[in-house]
Structures are given as C-alpha cells and as structure tokens.
C-alpha cells in the first residue's frame, strides 16, 4: 500500500489510478482485513497453511474488480516462507507491504501446562514471524528504492499482551513481547533506508482467536470478556490501511487499540 497515490515520476495522482502490491500472512481469525486494502487498490496475495476459505474470500475481492491470489503454506517451515515470498512477487510482480498476522493464542498457567502449546505459540507467534520478514526484507526494500512510493511497509499484529502481563497468559506474552522487541529493533536498522515498520497491539477482538484453547480455559474467558462489546476485525483493518497509506516521510511505530470497556 502506498502513503499516496502515484504515477510513475512519482507524483500524487487520485485514489482511482493507485496500483500497488500487497502480501499479506492471513489466518481466519481476521479474515476481513484484506477487504480494506484491495478495496483502495492493493493487489492482495493471501497466504494460509489451509486455503479454504482464503479461496472464498479471494473470489469476493475478484468478483469486485480487485486482483488477489491465494498462496497455501505453512510459514513456521522456512523454506515454504520463502517460497511464498517468492511466488507472490512472481504473480503480482513485487512486494511493497507485508503484513505478518498469523498466530494463536494458547493461554493456562505456567503449572502443569501442554508444552505442545508453548511450541506452537513460538513457532508461529515468532519463528513464522521472523521467516516471513526475513524472506521478504530484500523485496521491501528493492520497492523503498525503486517503486512509485518509494516507501515500504512492515506490519507486525502483535496484542496487548506485548505490553503488559497476567497470570496464565505468560508464555503467549512472552511471544508477543518479543514480537515487539524485534519489530522495535528491526525499525531502527532499516527506517532510514524508508522501509516503514509498525507493530498493531490490539486487545480483546471479536475474532476466531481464543477458540482453540483447552475447555476450561475457555470458560474463564468467556467470563472476563462475554458482555464486552469487543474490537472487530474491521476495526483492526481500519488502523493497518491508516498505517500504510501515510506519505512518506510519516512513520507509524506502533499502535495500541483496545475496546473502550477494556481496562
């Protein structure tokens, strides 16, 4: 996505000429955020280990005039990251935003918890992470130097849960305040060189997010957040194409968005 829209000499033009590429790591939980960005023009790649519903979702932005393809991998294997970097800059001819929404949430405490479930959280909250950022770093910034914007972004979806803590959610904060750490990090090694990166923490979301943790898990969140009126995912929509639709020379760091009933 682009802070504004542009021809080829790099000049502002009106919102109905921009064409800019866009590949985003999508899973269920937010499925609507694409809609946003196809909508201003982006040509979108959706990338998920189980394709499905992406093919759904890929035949609703077609059917109104948008360019999307879908992209099966599992991004926690490096190789299919790449490959998927790969195949969307074939197909949609470069990479200029990235996106980096996969992940789960496994909460319990510390005590006598699955390991299993520490594994995933790392595995997709971070290793999918790094390997989708790391494949896609050279695209990102071959588009800051040579395409109309002259500008690239980078969005980590991160949580609340990476600024704060709780009592049974500390291995899913662990992940999630590293997500920021990197993001942090990555920001001060590559912002002068106009690859743009923001982290998006939001907090309680009416998504499919919290569904695959143990039974009892579930009841506890159900108490704490059932009569919330919470975030939707096109509330979270809205904040990435703000983020990624800024000129040039304004950077949004990170964003932290919780629904007004959250304390």
């Not at 709780?166 to 590559?190: M, N, P, Q, W």
Request: net charge positive; charged share 25%.
């Amino acid at each position: 996505m682009a802070p504004y829209w542009a021809d080829g000499d790099g000049k502002p033009t009106s919102r109905s000429k921009r064409r800019t590429d866009y590949w985003c790591i999508e899973r269920d939980r937010r499925r609507k955020r694409p809609v946003s960005l196809a909508g201003l023009g982006a040509k979108v790649a959706l990338v998920a280990r189980c394709s499905d519903r992406l093919q759904e979702l890929a035949a609703q932005l077609t059917a109104g005039g948008a360019t999307a393809v879908v992209i099966t991998a599992d991004v926690t294997k490096q190789a299919e990251a790449e490959r998927a970097v790969e195949q969307t800059v074939s197909r949609l001819g470069r990479l200029d935003t990235l996106i980096n929404n996969a992940g789960v949430m496994l909460l319990g405490p510390v005590i006598d918890a699955p390991v299993e479930e520490w594994e995933r959280m790392v595995q997709i909250n971070l290793l999918g992470l790094l390997y989708c950022t790391h494949a896609a770093l050279p695209h990102l910034l071959g588009a800051a130097e040579n395409s109309p914007r002259r500008v690239a972004d980078l969005v980590n979806i991160s949580s609340v849960a990476g600024r704060e803590t709780r009592s049974g959610s500390g291995v899913y904060e662990a992940t999630k305040h590293g997500v920021g750490a990197f993001s942090d990090a990555l920001r001060k090694e590559i912002t002068t060189r106009h690859v743009r990166v923001s982290l998006v923490e939001p907090g309680a979301t009416a998504t499919e997010l919290a569904s695959h943790n143990r039974p009892e898990i579930l009841g506890t969140l159900q108490q704490r957040f059932g009569r919330m009126e919470r975030l939707t995912a096109e509330d979270i929509g809205d904040v990435i194409a703000y983020i990624v639709t800024r000129p040039r020379h304004v950077a949004v760091n990170e964003v932290l968005v919780r629904p007004t009933d959250q304390e």
